[in-house]
């Protein structure tokens, strides 16, 4: 047994000879004979790029941890994405009435990698369009908004605030009449929930006839807003909902496929 090395008694809680020991021989060995190893494969100045080889070859690439790609990549990944979000799509004709042919997201939220796409499509959007600005909000429209907004704004790093539908919210709360495709209502916010110069970016899954749209983006002006813009999954462009809206409007998917 060497010098700082703990007995060794089988069948008894102790260590094992093969267990290195801090402070032990043994251990400056072990550390010393590193560091020259490390030294010969990395000599200075070549070991003060470790770091960047180890982040090149080892860690995860952009596109993995959510962070900007080259353009082109961007690109490709987001044409990529487009399709497998229209797979996830489905649609059922007469509802909620007569007429209408309802667009049904929730197949992209049963599936995690659809749930992955849409949220990474939203990303790359907005990471290549509005001149590198980020939303300090995002402002989701109840009710599918809500399924949408609260990722994409923990992926930027920015608040989540809701538009809800009269009644909902609690304390003061600025109010306003909207119609949509099918039905009219009434959106509110709570009246202390965007700060005057607050560059907010409004979400939702549909963009029909613009309605909903619009009235959320009137709640977030009153409060002094700045409207960066809209972003839907899906546009029914043939009900020129876009026409309605005096900020940009970002669609991923548009038509009834
Ligand atoms: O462009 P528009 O004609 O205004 O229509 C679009 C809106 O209609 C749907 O919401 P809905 O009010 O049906 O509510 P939900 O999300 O609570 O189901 C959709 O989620 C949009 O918010
Ligand atoms: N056709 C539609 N399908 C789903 N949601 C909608 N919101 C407004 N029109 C819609």
Redesign the pocket.
């Known amino acids: 047994m060497l010098l700082g090395e703990a007995p060794y008694v089988e069948g008894y809680l102790s260590y094992h000879p093969s267990v290195i020991l801090p402070f032990s021989p043994s251990f400056f060995l072990s550390f010393f004979f590193g560091l020259f190893a490390f030294y010969f494969f990395y000599p200075p100045p070549l070991h003060l790029l470790f770091p960047l080889i180890m982040s090149s070859s080892t860690l995860p690439d952009a596109s993995q941890v959510g962070l900007p790609a080259s353009d082109a990549s961007r690109a490709a990944e987001l044409a990529s994405l487009k399709v497998k979000l229209r797979a996830g799509l489905r649609q059922f004709p007469d509802f909620?009435s007569p007429g209408i042919l309802f667009e049904d997201i929730m197949p992209i939220f049963a599936d995690y990698t659809l749930h992955e796409a849409l949220i990474r499509s939203l990303e790359l959007h907005i990471l290549e369009n509005h001149g590198g600005q980020k939303p300090d909000v995002i402002v989701g429209?109840?009710?599918?908004?809500f399924l949408m907004g609260p990722s994409l704004a923990l992926r930027l790093g920015a608040s989540f605030v809701p538009v809800r539908?009269q009644g909902k919210l609690p304390g003061p709360c600025d109010t306003v009449a909207?119609?949509?495709?099918?039905?009219k209502?009434f959106f509110q916010m709570q009246s202390d929930a965007i700060k005057p110069g607050q560059k907010v970016l409004v979400i939702?899954?549909?963009?029909?006839?613009?309605?909903?749209?619009y009235a959320g983006g009137e709640l977030i002006q009153k409060m002094g807003g700045e409207l960066m813009g809209f972003i839907f999954l899906l546009e029914l462009e043939f009900?020129h909902?876009r026409d309605k809206l005096s900020a940009p409007v970002y669609t991923l998917l548009s038509g009834q496929a």
């Open positions: 909620p429209l109840e009710a599918r908004g539908k909207y119609e949509k495709e099918y039905g209502d939702d899954d549909i963009i029909a006839t613009g309605g909903s749209a009900l909902g």
